[in-house]
């Protein structure tokens, strides 16, 4: 069984990371049943980076604000459907809902030797996101952005995406006038560009759609 907390913030939760696990059969096989979802992970974010802010329209039909009301609506529809597959993979986790910057954010946590680290792999993460963002979507005719972290997972990946930024410093001071790197959601690359500002060098996103990354160079 998992409890659900609901808080409303301005900054987005951390928590201790711990150590990943293989699936079981059972969330395998729950993650198997729907591929569209993993497809989905292509999906480009509507969200605005730091580097495209300036060029950015004014909201649209496509990706309007998003009330605080609206966005709690989200995050209860989104821990309803995820504390619906921890029952059915007979996991354990406490759901907290929290809305800040536009975005509703979904920890699932669980102390001691929870069975939850299964769930805590980057990629059934991402796989996980996309899953609730359809279900979201589907309920209430919105597109989600949410963001969930399970077991730490977020934290996990502010530290894969500082030590890209360290590789690409690397490059730099290697004699690279540019580094490019992976394509990522808009959320990710802002807070790439946040971790580059924070090393004092400079960042923009090129390409377009799926291809949309992140390009470090000296400021």
Do not use: W
Request: charge should be negative; aromatic fraction near 2%; hydrophobic fraction near 40%.
């Amino acid at each position: 069984m998992s409890d659900v907390t609901e808080t409303t913030t301005t900054d987005a939760p951390t928590s201790s990371v711990p150590s990943p696990a293989a699936p079981s059969p059972a969330v395998a096989a729950a993650f198997a049943s729907a591929p569209v979802a993993h497809e989905a992970l292509a999906v480009e974010d509507p969200g605005v980076d730091a580097s495209d802010a300036a060029a950015a329209p004014a909201p649209s039909s496509a990706t309007p604000t998003r009330s605080a009301a609206s966005l709690d609506d989200e995050g209860d529809v989104a821990a309803d459907y995820i504390e619906e597959l921890l029952d059915i993979c007979d996991l354990d986790g406490d759901i907290d809902i929290e809305v800040t910057d536009g975005r509703a954010y979904i920890s699932v946590n669980a102390s001691g030797e929870s069975n939850l680290r299964v769930l805590s792999r980057p990629d059934t993460v991402a796989a996980l996101q996309e899953l609730t963002r359809l279900a979201v979507q589907t309920k209430t005719g919105e597109f989600s952005r949410l963001i969930l972290d399970v077991g730490g997972s977020r934290e996990q990946r502010q530290r894969e995406l500082e030590k890209l930024v360290d590789d690409a410093v690397a490059r730099l001071d290697g004699g690279a006038d540019a580094a490019h790197l992976e394509p990522m959601s808009s959320y990710e690359r802002k807070l790439v560009h946040d971790i580059v500002a924070a090393r004092g060098l400079t960042s923009e996103s090129e390409g377009e759609g799926r291809d949309r990354h992140t390009v470090v160079s000296r400021a």
